[in-house]
């Protein structure tokens, strides 16, 4: 009933930009935070950033300075801008929304289904 989709993802070179956005549709009665995690090959799924639905945010120590999360309440949307990417950047980036829906009246954690980031050196 819910699904995200993102976009913005690609190949770009060390020290350049990309934004990332994802869209959640469906049944959706209220989105409470929302966030980006990541996994590169061979390693664990690690917390980027989160945001909440009042604007709070929280980032990994690695990316912070570098990395800035948005949402758009209106349009259930929620952005990664990255600038300075890094080679370390490179990994599959996944968005995850905490949603109530009106059927279940529950709160579950979905996700989109990952998109590749490459930064060339």
């Known amino acids: 009933q819910v699904q995200l989709v993102e976009s913005g993802g690609g190949l770009v070179q060390a020290g350049g930009s990309l934004r990332l956005s994802c869209v959640a549709s469906?049944?959706?009665?209220?989105?409470?935070?929302m966030g980006w995690y990541r996994q590169a090959p061979g390693k664990q799924r690690d917390l980027v950033a989160t945001?909440?639905?009042?604007?709070?945010?929280h980032y990994a120590d690695s990316v912070k300075g570098r990395f800035t999360i948005t949402r758009d309440n209106a349009r259930n949307t929620v952005y990664l801008q990255m600038n300075s990417l890094k080679p370390e950047d490179a990994a599959v980036y996944y968005c995850?929304?905490?949603?109530?829906?009106?059927?279940?009246?529950?709160?579950?954690?979905?996700w989109g289904q990952g998109t590749q980031v490459t930064v060339s050196s």
């Open positions: 995850n929304a905490e949603v109530l829906t009106p059927m279940m009246m529950e709160w579950y954690d979905y």
């Open positions: 469906g049944t959706i009665f209220k989105i409470n935070g």
């Open positions: 945001i909440t639905s009042d604007g709070t945010t």
